[in-house]
């Protein structure tokens, strides 16, 4: 048993050494959004569990907090993935290169004239196993990690914050009217599951 646990354990981290080496922001990405999912649990299970709290309130903030956490979770990981392909895109186009890569485009003119084009692929051009490859690389992975950090922050302290809180909003206002008008509401609800 304990040979089975210790040959799982250094197959995940073989597996996670093998997904994030060569790509920072993929690390950043995945974490981000399994730190949202586990805060958002978390969150949950705090209310659930939390004896103070009437069954009346639970019965309200455990289903805002999911859908927070949702929010969060796919806000997170929608922006930041869009935000590292469009980087990667530029990075391996050469729209954005280091200089010792635009050195060598600059000495190949059939590179030259393909710069930007969406077709175009450093990685595909480039010698491999070169000083000039290696700088491709790194500075691709760092330019993409920057961004996909940038992008996380926008969309953690911008972007979800605004969805959460239009949402939460709406969550409140049906709850209450539905406290204040249970009749209505009932009446609403079932008018709107006719087809």
Known sequence: MLKYLK?????????????????????????????????SAAQVVGIYRNDEISDEKKSFLVPQELIDGAINALSFIGITTIAKRWIEKMASTGKIAPLSVRNYINRHPELKDNIGKFDFDLEKVLPKNTDIFKSYKSHKNFTTTMGTLGASVISCNIVTPLIRNAMASRVQKTYIDMKHNPQMYQQKTSGNMRI
């Open 7 to 39: 040959d799982l354990v250094q197959h995940r981290f073989e597996w996670i050494y093998e997904s994030f080496t060569d790509d920072k922001s993929k690390m950043l990405i995945f974490t981000g959004t399994l730190g949202w999912i586990l805060s």
